[in-house]
């Protein structure tokens, strides 16, 4: 599985971006799907995750109420909405699958990663 992710950029505080992840090969669906960032001089941490169906999700607290993930299995492609963004929301953000379906938080459960998109929230 290749991961490619998308729609990073510049925003000012309290704006909006929404990032895009595409997969190849035609089993996106029997995986679920996840998104970490990593800011400078720390370590990639969890965001959000959405299982094979995408009816069930899951949020890091600091994220929860602003951002939110979904998926479109019949175009392979998992999205991250992010509103009311914070300076501290400023990252690298990283999409990625685990296979079996389900929703994993920790980064060492997840199979395949893509390659990143820089998200920029100035204050």
């Known amino acids: 599985v290749q991961l490619q992710a998308s729609g990073g950029g510049l925003v000012q505080a309290g704006g909006s971006l929404r990032l895009s992840c595409a997969a190849s090969g035609r089993t996106f669906s029997s995986y679920a799907m996840g998104w970490f960032r990593q800011a400078p001089g720390k370590e990639r941490e969890f965001v959000a995750a959405?299982?094979?169906?995408?009816?069930?999700?899951s949020y890091a607290d600091s994220v929860r109420g602003r951002f939110t993930i979904s998926r479109d299995n019949a175009e392979n492609t998992v999205y991250l909405q992010m509103n009311s963004l914070k300076p501290e929301d400023t990252a690298v953000y990283y999409c990625?699958?685990?296979?079996?379906?389900?929703?994993?938080?920790?980064?060492?459960?997840?199979?395949?990663w893509g390659q990143g998109t820089q998200v920029t929230v100035s204050s």
């Open positions: 990625a699958c685990v296979a079996g379906g389900f929703i994993a938080t920790l980064a060492m459960n997840y199979d395949y």
């Open positions: 959405i299982n094979w169906s995408g009816f069930s999700t």
